[in-house]
Antibody
C-alpha cells in the first residue's frame, strides 16, 4: 500500500532553517511527483510547491520563492523540503503528498502524516 | 491566483440527514483539455487531508457513495446524502486548472448537532 512517512516534529529559532523528509513506499517513486502543503495552527491548507521525482523539476509558490528548496533522493525514495530564514508565521504542520503525472491537476491522492514545525525564540 | 470561496464555513448536521457544501471560484475551472479540475478533500480531526472527489464528480477509491460532487464553470457542490459520525471534519475544495498554484477554499467545518 502507498505510504508517505515524514520526519518528526521540529522546533527552530527565527532565522534558522528546517529540512523535512518524506519517505515513500508502496509505489514506483519516480513515476509520481511530490507536492508540499502546509497548515498553520487552526488554519486552512496552503500549497507550497511541487517536485517531479522523475527529473527533479520544481515549481514553488511565489510567496516562498527564494526560501524553499525541494529535492528528492531516488536511491531511498525520499523527498525533502527545506525552508530557510524561518519566521514565526512559518509555524505549521507540513505535509508531503503524492501527485500523478497523468492527472496532475486533480491534486494529491496520498498524504503523509504531517510534520509540525514550530518557530519560536 | 484563483480565489476559492466556500459556504457555509460551519455546518452543524443531524446524523442521517443530508448536507451540502458550496464552493465557488473566481474564474472558470474549465481547462483547455475539456476537464474541470475541481477537487474535494476531507480532513478529519487530528488527521491528514484525504482526497474524496476529483474532477468535480469522480469519487476516489474507498470513498462511500453517500459523497457526491457536482457543478460546472465556477460553481460546485459537495453533497453527503446521509451524514454519519465519521464524516465530522473540515472539507476543502481545491482547484488545479489554473496551476500554479493549487489553491484551496477556506474549508467548511462539519459537525454533529
Amino acid at each position: 500500500q502507498v505510504q508517505l512517512v515524514q520526519s518528526g516534529a521540529e522546533v527552530k529559532k527565527p532565522g534558522a532553517s528546517v529540512k523535512v523528509s518524506c519517505k515513500a513506499s508502496g509505489y514506483t517513486f519516480t513515476s509520481y511527483g511530490i507536492s508540499w502543503v502546509r497548515q498553520a495552527p487552526g488554519q486552512g491548507l496552503e500549497w507550497m510547491g511541487w517536485i517531479s521525482a522523475y527529473n527533479g523539476n520544481t515549481n514553488y509558490a511565489q510567496k516562498l520563492q527564494g526560501r524553499v528548496t525541494m529535492t528528492t533522493d531516488t536511491s531511498t525514495s525520499t523527498a525533502y523540503m527545506e525552508l530557510r530564514s524561518l519566521r514565526s508565521d512559518d509555524t505549521a504542520v507540513y505535509y508531503c503528498a503524492r501527485v500523478t503525472y497523468y492527472d496532475f491537476w486533480s491534486g494529491p491522492d496520498y498524504w503523509g502524516q504531517g510534520t509540525l514545525v514550530t518557530v519560536s525564540s | 491566483d484563483v480565489v476559492m470561496t466556500q459556504s457555509p464555513l460551519s455546518l452543524p448536521v443531524t446524523l442521517g440527514q443530508p448536507a451540502s457544501i458550496s464552493c465557488r471560484s473566481s474564474q472558470s475551472l474549465v481547462y483547455s483539455d475539456g476537464n474541470t479540475y475541481l477537487n474535494w478533500f476531507q480532513q478529519r480531526p487530528g488527521q491528514s487531508p484525504r482526497r474524496l472527489i476529483y474532477k468535480v464528480s469522480n469519487r476516489d477509491s474507498g470513498v462511500p457513495d453517500r459523497f457526491s460532487g457536482s457543478g460546472s464553470g465556477t460553481d460546485f457542490t459537495l453533497k453527503i446524502s446521509r451524514v454519519e459520525a465519521e464524516d465530522v471534519g473540515v472539507y476543502y475544495c481545491m482547484q488545479g486548472t489554473h496551476w500554479p498554484p493549487f489553491t484551496f477554499g477556506p474549508g467548511t467545518k462539519v459537525d454533529i448537532k
